[in-house]
């Protein structure tokens, strides 16, 4: 499985950005996809999952209120739509797909992009 994020990019405080990630290869066994984050010297910090079967999400408490998740199955893809992005929002922003049930860790995806670069300045 191939995960490809866009949409990165550096934004002024305030300002809205969406993050679109598209899986390719052995597919037919992902159950759902997720974003996380990770700033320098920080640990992989959960952003929030889409679960295809229903279509059910949930995110992170960290960012509940202004980042929404989307996908579609049968595009294979997920979205993150980022929302009055903050400086404390700068990180490298990963896609994640995975087989089994969702959850807040790494350890719940089992195939990564490479990340998007997303910078907030003030």
């Known amino acids: 499985v191939q995960l490809v994020e866009s949409g990165g990019g550096l934004v002024r405080a305030g300002v809205s950005l969406r993050l679109s990630c598209a899986a390719s290869g052995r597919t037919f066994d992902l159950n759902g996809m997720g974003w996380f984050r990770q700033a320098p010297g920080k640990e992989r910090e959960f952003i929030g999952d889409?679960?295809?079967?229903?279509?059910?999400?949930f995110v992170g408490d960290s960012v509940k209120g202004r980042f929404t998740i989307s996908g579609d199955k049968s595009q294979k893809t997920v979205s993150l739509q980022m929302n009055s992005l903050n400086i404390e929002d700068t990180a490298r922003y990963f896609c994640?797909?995975?087989?089994?049930?969702?959850?807040?860790?790494?350890?719940?995806?089992?195939?990564w992009g490479h990340g998007t670069q997303v910078t907030v300045s003030s």
């Open positions: 994640a797909a995975r087989i089994g049930r969702p959850g807040p860790h790494p350890s719940y995806y089992d195939y």
């Open positions: 889409f679960n295809w079967s229903d279509r059910n999400t």
